[in-house]
């Protein structure tokens, strides 16, 4: 089994600048939200909601929807996309349309060339407020102390973009992360992270 020392023996140096869009999915609200990290310091850059018009042919929707990102991608140039995974709602046609506009957003992502990050709405609320069963309230307010906004961003949909990316920059380009992916690696270490 190897030693924590010899999982961190190379110096840590502070991460590059790094631009991290994050998209709430939905057919008639796509919410997204783009933050810079640097040097341990997260920065809302833009944010806001795509939507689709109602009572419209759901392949006009998706055409919508998949545009409009393709448009913040090109502005905004993410160096990686973090993404809500998709779980089983009690309401399967909203699911389903939800489904649909998750698969247009990673279809667009990958056209672009950009990686694309999935993460449970549970880890979002770990991440983000400190406890997987935060509500929407406690996860906004979070979103706006963490990014110094002067008050919560608005709809929901937007708030919740970013929190998915903020998830992703704590997880992503820091000492922790780097000694987990290691012992993730290391074969031994295998069997005990499953339990």
Sequence with gaps: ????????????????????????????????????????????????????EAHTDVEKR???????????????KPDEVAIEELFFARNVKTAISVGQARGVAILACGLA???VFEYKPGEVKQAVAGFGAADKQQVQKMVKLLLGLSEVPKPDDTADALAIAITHAQGSGTRLSEVVKKLAKSSVNKTFLKR
């Design 1 to 52: 089994m190897k030693l924590w020392r010899s999982l961190i023996s190379k110096p840590y140096a502070p991460a590059a600048k790094k631009i991290i869009l994050g998209i709430d999915p939905g057919l008639a609200r796509m919410g997204y939200g783009v933050i810079a990290q640097e040097n341990g310091k997260l920065k809302a850059l833009e944010y806001g909601t795509i939507t689709s």
């Design 62 to 76: 998706l055409v919508v929807v998949f545009e409009k990102l393709q448009k913040v991608l090109k502005k905004v």
């Design 113 to 115: 060339n950009v990686p």
